[in-house]
């Protein structure tokens, strides 16, 4: 048997959420009637420019893609406020820019910091490259940051500090005081992922101008509709940007992906729509969650709430897996470190998704 690292054998391995085909298949459902509230994507599907893109440049796949990314940077920076010097463009959604970062910035035995409960893959990724976890805490009970577990955490070890906001899976924003808190605190990079700002209509890019260890992490997987295509980006000072560039895979962004995304940023009716969409049906989804006494919802910032099932007296293992059986699918949190097994994350949908969710769970536990 060849020798594999050791950091990878003790590897907890990542739980994504589950996909439509393998819910129809083990409970003998119609695709079609299976509502997807567990991944956090966008209800409305694609934009129609973008489809329209991918297909006028099928008959170029079997051509490598361009290494000169540079439109569709200058494009980034016009919807981000920044300059194209501020951006790189990863080819496997921020997935690829967390493992840039664990190339550009982690040696063997150095520290990073993640507020518990947050976004796992920080921590799956940086793992493999030697990097060492270290907890803070996020305030369940008031849903905020604890800013000073971040900054007792600090060592002279510590190299990325990762602050979702807003938080997945809690929804809540982290406040420009307690980001700009942090990175005067440290020289370490702070990382402020913020794939759901659009959701939030409020972002921290005014800040990477006055904070070099600032990288702020962001995706064309949520609002931008291309989860499938894989297309992620960041923006943080220019010095930092070129020496990520010089890890970062030259061929990572494939040609369908570029041209689905440069199609998108010009399809700003889609951008509003998808955000006005996302708003409306998570405000829908928590007035009327919050109607059931045996659920605790959580108000969101995001385009998905965090709710406690406790009071259902089923774990959230048991309360995925009875909606399951009914057609629906949301995110058991079980897996996330910080919470305990009576959490849930549920997506937003399409109204008429989120209706016929909340006829299901008055069938459930109503």
């Not at 694609?46 to 490598?64: G, N, T, V």
């Not at 709710?307 to 057609?327: D, H, I, N, P, W």
């Not at 849930?344 to 459930?364: C, W």
């Amino acid at each position: 048997m060849v020798k594999v690292k050791e950091t990878v054998k003790k590897l907890d391995p990542y739980v994504p959420g589950k996909s439509i085909p393998e819910i129809a298949q083990k409970y003998n459902l119609d695709p079609e009637t299976i509502i997807k509230l567990g991944s956090n994507e966008n209800p409305l599907g694609p934009s129609k420019k973008s489809m329209e893109a991918i297909k006028e440049s099928l008959h170029l796949i079997s051509q490598y893609p361009e290494t000169n990314l540079e439109p569709l940077k200058e494009k980034l920076a016009l919807y981000s406020g920044v300059d194209s010097s501020n951006i790189i463009i990863g080819g496997d959604g921020a997935d690829e820019i967390l493992d840039v970062l664990g190339k550009t910035l982690i040696e063997p035995g150095d520290e990073f910091i993640v507020p518990l409960p947050s976004y796992m893959y920080y921590e799956f990724t940086l793992k493999i490259h030697g990097g060492v976890p270290v907890y803070a805490r996020w305030d369940m009970e008031k849903n905020e940051l604890d800013v000073d577990s971040i900054i007792a955490a600090l060592s002279e070890k510590t190299k990325i500090i990762f602050l979702c906001t807003p938080n997945n899976p809690s929804g809540t924003l982290i406040s420009n005081d307690d980001i700009k808190r942090v990175l005067e605190s440290t020289d370490a990079l702070v990382v402020a992922d913020e794939a759901y700002f659009e959701f939030s209509e409020v972002n921290n890019v005014d800040l990477v101008k006055d904070y070099d260890n600032l990288l702020l992490l962001r995706t064309f997987s949520k609002v931008f509709g291309l989860s499938g295509m894989r297309i992620g980006y960041a923006i943080s000072n220019p010095e930092f940007i070129e020496y990520m560039h010089r890890v970062k895979p030259v061929f990572s962004l494939t040609k369908l992906s570029y041209e689905a995304a440069s199609a998108v940023l010009d399809d700003n009716e889609y951008i509003q729509e998808s955000i006005e969409i996302g708003i409306q049906s998570r405000e829908f989804l928590y007035e009327n969650m919050s109607k059931f006494d045996k659920l605790e919802v959580y108000p969101s910032k995001s385009n998905y709430l965090l709710v406690g099932v406790k009071g259902t007296q089923m774990t959230s293992s048991e309360f995925a897996e009875e909606l399951l059986k009914r057609g629906v699918i949301v995110r058991d949190c079980a897996s996330f470190k910080g919470l305990d097994e009576y959490w849930v994350r549920v997506s937003v949908g399409t109204m008429e998704e989120d209706a016929r969710f909340i006829e299901i769970l008055e069938d459930l536990i109503g």
